[in-house]
């Protein structure tokens, strides 16, 4: 039922700790872990699974956040330093409420032990989940934030069941609105810069970072972002055309 939802791990070193989130997700119903570059996925990792080995074994192990996330059209990423991010900040309720209604691929993304999320991993996301932990103190274990995460992820499930309404099922017929996913959102951006910096607009990665939070924050349809490729096509068109002129 979650198999649209998964949980990505960046460059966890506690082997431990993905046994742990393993056994968190288990408990809630979730099942897809990926895990991108671990240290090491050990004895320790099955040992604190306990009846959730089968999550670890079956976990997907990629070398990086973008593989991870390549098929997703929806990614939130979970830290406790997100201050600075007011406009796309959601609680553990709130972001379980909003996956409840998504289509598509999801992926929730947990940070490293030491330093979580890095700020370009920061702005690959549409979202940022933190849980409104004691300001003081407010860095949870990495299993115990994925416990939580998962724990609304159920609660919002078990609430649409009850009124009759099947989590992932909202809006499918509506295949006009399939959000972009994170491949064809990275290759627009590429596209983008491509463009802009042969016209000398873009001389520097700052434009692009604000462009990519823009473009994020619209949540793109597929139909939509062909529109974005055809205008930017265009403009690579007339430069040709205006290169084989002058
Ligand atoms: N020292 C790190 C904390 C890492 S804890 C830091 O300052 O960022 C490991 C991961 O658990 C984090 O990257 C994040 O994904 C998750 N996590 C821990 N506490 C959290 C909180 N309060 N809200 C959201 N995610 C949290």
Redesign the pocket.
Known sequence: MFDHIRIVLIETSHSGNIGSAARAMKTMGLSQLYLVSPKSVDKQSLALAAGADDIVTNAHIVSSFDEAIADCSLVI?????LRHLQSTLLGPRECAEKISLYQGNIAI?????????RNEELLKCHYH?????NPDY?????AM?VQLVSYELRMAFLANKENGFSFSLANKSDESKKHANAQEMEYFFKHTERVYKSLGFIKNQGVMQKLRRLYNRASVEENELNILHGMLSAVEKRLELLNIDS
């Open positions: 990423g979970a830290s406790a330093r993304v947990f940070g490293r032990e030491r330093v979580g999320l989940l933190t849980i409104p932990a407010s860095s949870l274990n990495l934030a």
